[in-house]
């Protein structure tokens, strides 16, 4: 079982920025495929971001292309959101997801971290 703890929401006004932060507990880090996803009320969950294991292969949403960056530290077990240039639809709850890539078929989802952008 890996625990993801998401850290690093809050509200900001349109323009501005915030860094989401995925925090897991496996010394296998590694072989694992990390994403965000967020789920705005009312939507269903939506894909954000992807980065495979080695941090090499990135996938956005086109909705936040050019605005997102996700990178990860393997050595810390951490990966990373920066957004940038936010604006009120990017209002959600934002969730990071493990999925295991290498030796099993684990997929684990986070508690998830609230983003408003309002004026």
């Known amino acids: 079982q890996v625990q993801l703890v998401e850290s690093g929401g809050g509200s900001v006004q349109p323009g501005g920025s915030l860094r989401l932060t995925c925090a897991a507990s496996?010394?296998?880090?590694?072989?694992?495929?990390m994403s965000w996803y967020r789920q705005a009320p009312g939507n269903q969950r939506e894909f954000v971001a992807q980065?495979?294991?080695?941090?090499?292969?990135?996938i956005y949403a086109d909705s936040v292309k050019g605005r997102c960056t996700i990178s990860r530290d393997n050595g810390k077990n951490t990966i990373y959101l920066q957004m940038t240039n936010l604006k009120p639809e990017d209002t959600a709850v934002y969730y990071c997801?493990?999925?295991?890539?290498?030796?099993?078929?684990?997929?684990?989802w986070g508690q998830g971290t609230q983003v408003t952008v309002s004026s």
């Open positions: 997801r493990a999925q295991q890539m290498v030796g099993g078929p684990g997929d684990y």
């Open positions: 496996t010394r296998l880090f590694g072989r694992y495929q």
């Open positions: 980065i495979d294991g080695d941090g090499s292969v990135t």
